[in-house]
């Protein structure tokens, strides 16, 4: 049912990044409070039982429901960021990316070797980006308890990426 309804609010916008792509619109879910609400009661029930220390959203739309799910499981929030956001000592992880390289930071006190990490994203792709958060998380201790995304492009062949790296993935809806 959930996934129907995201499906159903989620918007397709043609050739955005560049032509060729179909663009998965997340935003006009945020401007349904009851289903932002159902979005976390669902990542709630899913996620009962495992033991998770902390959510590390990744930058930016991993923002929007990753905060909201650490509150609702009450837990710290990490936030995964690009390269010079974030104002305090950093350790960074440089991947690459389709054309060129790319690098994503956190706090070195963001949390305590042995900590089991929550990676969440809002939409899963090819999985390089979660897969250079989870390597950093590892490189700084951390273990990654699991994966979770509001949306999953399983034709891009993400969740094969970070299946080795956990099997609790998490996708709301898939395409």
Known sequence: MIEQQIKTAIRDIHDFPKPGIIFKDITPILKDPALCEKINDAFVEKLRGMHIDAVAGVESRGF????????????????????????HTVNQKVYDLEYGTA?????????????????????????????????????????????????????????????????????????
Do not use: C, W
């Not at 929007?64 to 104002?87: S, T």
């Not at 930071?105 to 990676?119: K, S, V």
């Open 64 to 87: 929007l429901f990753g905060l909201a799910l650490a509150n609702r499981l009450g837990l710290p929030f990490i936030p995964v960021r690009k390269a010079g956001k974030l104002p």
């Open 103 to 175: 690098a994503i930071e956190i706090h070195t006190d963001a949390f305590n070797p042995g900590d089991r990490i929550l990676i969440h994203d809002d939409l899963l792709a090819t999985g390089g980006t979660v897969t250079a958060a989870s390597e950093l998380i590892q490189e700084m201790g951390g273990t990654v308890a699991g994966f979770s995304f509001i949306v999953g492009l399983s034709f891009l062949n993400g969740l094969q990426k970070i299946a080795p790296i956990s099997d609790n993935i998490t996708v709301l809806a898939n395409y």
